[in-house]
């Protein structure tokens, strides 16, 4: 279950209607994190092929939210370039800007050796209102922060929002 606050009001929202087992990164989205963090910073980009992708880096850690419409299942991925994340028991990223709040969860996953944190669930209408409607990111896992801007978000989030991925083979 994620919990999210908004504006210091507090209400639930499912994070994972599915199962209680915990994510686990897929070779697919692991791929993308890795490409990521191997090139040069760059805006945020969307991308439907094969899967519907919004994705953005940092020096600090790459951002790939995917939509799988098959399953369906979305999931964000925040890979660090470089110390794996910390242990922790709850995952949260705070979105801050004109339509602030913060999204928790213990249905988090850990893969690549620690450095990427990856959370599934079957809606994610809040982290896409979060990242299309606000200024700046930060995610946190134990006494970890990472912080990614969200200028030039707000249209790829748009294009991700409307996107029917081709079917994977």
């Not at 964000?76 to 801050?96: D, K, M, Q, S, Y």
Request: hydrophobic letters at 45%; charged letters at 15%; one cysteine or more.
């Amino acid at each position: 279950m994620i919990s999210r606050t908004l504006r210091g009001t507090s209400d639930a929202a499912g994070a994972h209607g599915h199962g209680a087992s915990p994510p686990y990164l897929s070779p697919m989205r692991l791929a993308l994190a890795l490409c990521l963090l191997a090139g040069p910073l760059h805006a945020w980009e969307f991308s439907a092929d094969p899967l519907c992708t919004l994705s953005h880096s940092t020096e600090e850690a790459a951002v790939v939210v995917t939509h799988d419409p098959a399953i369906p299942e979305y999931a964000i991925t925040i890979t660090r370039a470089g110390a794996p994340w910390p242990g922790g028991p709850v995952f949260a990223i705070r979105f801050e800007g004109p339509r602030g709040l913060t999204i928790s969860t213990t249905r988090h996953g850990l893969g690549e050796a620690g450095r990427a944190l990856t959370v599934t669930d079957r809606g994610f209408g809040n982290v896409l209102d979060g990242l299309q409607f606000n200024d700046t990111a930060t995610a946190r896992l134990g006494d970890t922060a990472v912080a990614f801007p969200l200028d030039g978000a707000a249209e790829p989030v748009e294009r991700f929002r409307a996107c029917v991925a081709a079917p994977v083979a």
